[in-house]
């Protein structure tokens, strides 16, 4: 079964820019979640999205969001970029289901952004 | 707020079993533990996860005290490829309620198995 993709891998921007990621989950999965892993401040939770809808957001300010479409693919988009958004941006998938214990989270290889 | 603590870092010789420690003296009674590691550059990887009984896999072993305060995560034959932070989280048994989809990551613990 492939792994969760991340597009692009690398990604090179300029302030006030915006920038679009995406993630393809495992296949069957429908939750995805979306981390921030920065030097100072380690990996942080942005928002988590099942079926379409966001379910739970971390305290990032509104330049952060995101989407999930119908086929469970996610997106995050960050606009008005800031120095300090430069970062490895992890996206997770997890099955999810309320019945069972809480998912193992399955992780892509992030993309990779600077921000000049 | 951290709810687990784990030295930032241990050696462990190529061969010898690494065992890593994490306090978690809050938990309660109704979240697990799970162990994920993060080799450099890379997504983090699950490694295992217990409740109150010890539980292995293939990758690791996971021993919980008897008051769930404590855990030790255990590489029986650290090799190289295991260099990585690892990193100890808490987390509730059901998913339901804000903030319980979410992995909470503290520093972790940077292990590097040396030659």
């Known amino acids: 079964k492939a792994g969760v993709t991340q597009t692009p891998r690398y990604l090179i921007k300029t302030r006030g820019q915006q920038v679009t990621l995406s993630c393809s989950p495992i296949?069957?999965?429908?939750?995805v979640s979306w981390y921030q892993q920065t030097p100072g401040q380690g990996l942080q939770f942005l928002f988590e999205?099942?079926?379409?809808?966001?379910?739970n957001k971390g305290n990032f300010p509104g330049r952060f969001s995101g989407r999930q479409f119908s086929n469970s693919r996610s997106e995050m988009n960050v606009s008005t970029l800031e120095l300090g958004d430069s970062a490895l941006y992890l996206c997770?998938?997890?099955?999810?289901?309320?019945?069972?214990?809480?998912?193992?989270?399955?992780f892509g290889p992030g993309t990779r952004l600077l921000v000049l | 707020d951290a709810k687990t603590t784990q030295p930032p870092s241990m050696d462990c010789a190529e061969g010898r079993a690494a065992n890593l420690p994490c306090n978690h003296s809050?938990?309660?009674?109704?979240?697990?533990v799970y162990w994920y590691r993060q080799i450099h550059s890379q997504g983090p990887q699950y490694i295992i996860h217990?409740?109150?009984n010890n539980e292995t896999n293939e990758m690791a072993s996971l021993i919980i005290t008897e008051d769930r305060k404590s855990s030790t995560l255990i590489l029986p034959h650290a090799t190289l490829r295991d260099t990585a932070v690892y990193y100890c989280?808490?987390?509730?048994?059901?998913?339901?309620?804000?903030?319980?989809?979410?992995?909470?990551f503290g520093k972790g613990t940077k292990l590097s198995v040396i030659p």
């Open positions: 217990g409740l109150k």
């Open positions: 296949s069957g999965h429908r939750s």
């Open positions: 809050t938990i309660s009674g109704n979240e697990y």
């Open positions: 997770a998938s997890s099955l999810s289901t309320a019945l069972r214990t809480p998912s193992n989270q399955y």
């Open positions: 999205y099942f079926s379409e809808t966001q379910r």
């Open positions: 989280i808490v987390r509730v048994a059901k998913e339901s309620g804000a903030g319980s989809y979410q992995l909470t």
